[in-house]
């Protein structure tokens, strides 16, 4: 496979595409083909299967740990769904004819909030839930799309991205829905937005206006002279990125990015997990002491999280099998740990307690969301071997203009 200087997100193949769907799974296109059956979940240790009908993904655990949400759509179409942290008593919470996803917690492990999208009047709506009286409500609603709201860590604020036109910008709600404000208004597109631990700082991605996707970057709101007056602090850091978490003290963020890797033998460009420091001053947001998550060994990186209690990140790769697993980075061992995969394990989520992981795997066309536990992580490289990987892979993105 040729893969040319720069392709753009979100689609850039980083393994062959030949036979193998996931592709478009991992990006929730529909495909009409079914992903080949791997080794069953029973060759596989320390993991525990929660759902088994239909397709689930999109799992969350509540901030108290007692509960996930998720989407299945085992009923016909994506809905939300409650279960106890152990996969039992599953039970629906929204239903047709609209359909619904994107599914976040309030901090106080009672409220929901999610986009609904009916088909028939081609409507899209930010929605709440509560669990406490078990009542939905429309909280925003337009014919254009919206999409991943989640509640400020304290105030009772929802950070939401929406359309208007071809544009894309990150709006703010009132929990009861009576008061928006628009939060960016460039011709840029903006999106994903996501809190700081404190709730002082909203960060975002950001796609130029002029189409080149591929040249994605990252910005980051502070609210010193109140929402409606936000400061704007620029990204500094390499191109073509996606942020997907905080650290627990606020100091640190997780990305992806464009980096050159070696690892299939060859070099190429593909996307890596960073951790850097990060600092916002004079409008400008600067990363430093940059680290590579996967040191080297993966083809390719996505959906970096920190651990509640900051030991760890997890994300997942396509390995040099092909197969999707995931992996830690352990911050006191300086080192990367994969767990054992037979087939396709994506999209990593802690439970408050940093003792588990819910992941999504796919079998057979079909994801379901699965628990492990942190010792089930196993050594697969010494720590030199590692290092010696990651070095390479420094030096090869300090002499590229992919990485500044």
């Given amino acids: 496979m040729v893969f040319p200087d720069r392709l753009t997100l979100p689609t850039r193949p980083i393994i062959p595409t030949t036979d193998n769907p996931s592709c478009t799974i991992c990006h929730r296109i529909v495909s009409g083909e079914t992903v080949k059956t791997k080794p069953s979940l029973e060759d596989l240790d320390g993991r525990h299967q929660l759902t088994t009908h239909g397709n689930n993904h999109t799992g969350r655990f ?7 949400v998720f989407v299945s759509d085992r009923s016909g179409s994506d809905q939300i769904w409650l279960m106890d942290k152990d ?10 004819p609209a359909e619904h996803s994107w599914p976040n917690w309030r901090h106080d492990s009672r409220q929901l909030v999610f986009i609904g999208y009916s088909p028939a009047k081609n409507e899209y709506a930010v929605k709440s839930y509560s669990l406490d009286d078990k009542t939905e409500t429309i909280l925003v609603s337009s014919n254009s799309m919206m999409n991943r709201p989640t509640y400020h860590p304290a105030d009772d604020f929802i950070a939401y991205s929406a359309q208007t036109g071809t544009n894309w910008d990150i709006w703010l709600t009132t929990i009861d829905g009576r008061q928006q404000q628009r939060l960016t208004t460039t011709p840029d597109m903006e999106s994903n937005p996501l809190w700081s631990p404190d709730g002082k700082t909203l960060a975002y991605k950001v796609a130029p206006a002029d189409g080149k996707y591929s040249l994605t970057s990252q910005n980051f709101l502070t609210f010193s002279n109140g929402y409606d007056k936000p400061t ?57 002491h940059t680290l590579f998550a996967s040191q080297g060994e993966t083809l390719g990186d996505r959906g970096p999280v920190f651990s509640p209690d900051g030991r760890f990140v997890a994300f997942w790769s396509w390995n040099t099998d092909y197969n ?52 089930a992580f196993r050594s697969k490289s010494t720590p030199q071997f590692a290092s010696r990987q990651m070095h390479k892979v420094i030096d090869k993105l300090n002499e590229s203009s992919l990485f500044h």
């Fill in 87 to 96: 996969g039992r008593n599953q039970q629906q919470l929204t239903s047709g």
């Fill in 232 to 288: 704007v602090h620029s990204w500094q850091g390499p191109e073509s990125v996606q942020m997907t978490d905080w650290s627990p003290d606020g100091h640190k963020i997780s990305y992806t990015a464009e980096t050159i890797s070696g690892s299939s033998g060859k070099e190429r460009v593909t996307y890596s997990a960073l951790i850097s420091d990060i600092t916002l001053a004079e409008g400008n947001a600067t990363t430093t």
């Fill in 62 to 68: 509540s901030p108290d740990g007692r509960s996930i």
């Fill in 324 to 375: 999707a697993g995931l992996r830690l980075y352990d911050f006191e061992e300086k080192r990367t740990l994969p767990l054992p995969s037979a087939g396709l394990d994506m999209y990593p989520q802690w439970s408050p307690d940093s003792s588990s992981l819910l992941f999504e795997s796919q079998r057979d066309g079909q994801s379901q969301l699965q628990l492990t536990t942190v010792a």
